[in-house]
């Protein structure tokens, strides 16, 4: 199982970035792909994620972050538009399912990408 996360960089507040995630070494199609950040400090937060069935954004995103998959280039992307000094941290993409409570469960990461905003 592989995912490479690229796209991250320095953005100034108000701007946006589009994160890639490539993944390869199982069936695409088959399992959720999640982004998480995690910020110096703070503890680990999953942003946004997608499977077959739900599509999910935290609260501290929705409306700004938008999640999306291409299953032919294997790759899942996150767009981030108006971003914010807090949204700071680095970026990793994961695989995952949606367990019986409707709960993402992560299995593998990638080796993340940093996102760094300026006020």
């Known amino acids: 199982v592989q995912l490479v996360e690229s796209g991250g960089g320095l953005v100034q507040a108000g701007g946006s970035l589009r994160l890639s995630c490539v993944a390869s070494?199982?069936?695409?199609?088959?399992?959720?792909i999640g982004w998480i950040r995690q910020a110096p400090g703070k503890e680990r937060e999953g942003v946004a994620a997608?499977?077959?069935?739900?599509?999910y954004y935290a609260e501290s995103v929705e409306g700004r972050f938008t999640i999306s998959s291409d299953n032919a280039k294997n790759t899942v992307y996150l767009q981030m538009d108006s971003l914010k000094p807090e949204d700071t941290a680095i970026y990793y993409c994961a695989r995952g399912v949606v367990d019986k409570d409707g709960e993402y469960q992560y299995d593998h990461y990638g080796q993340g990408t940093q996102v760094t905003v300026s006020s």
């Open positions: 997608t499977s077959t069935t739900t599509i």
């Open positions: 070494g199982f069936v695409f199609e088959n399992y959720a």
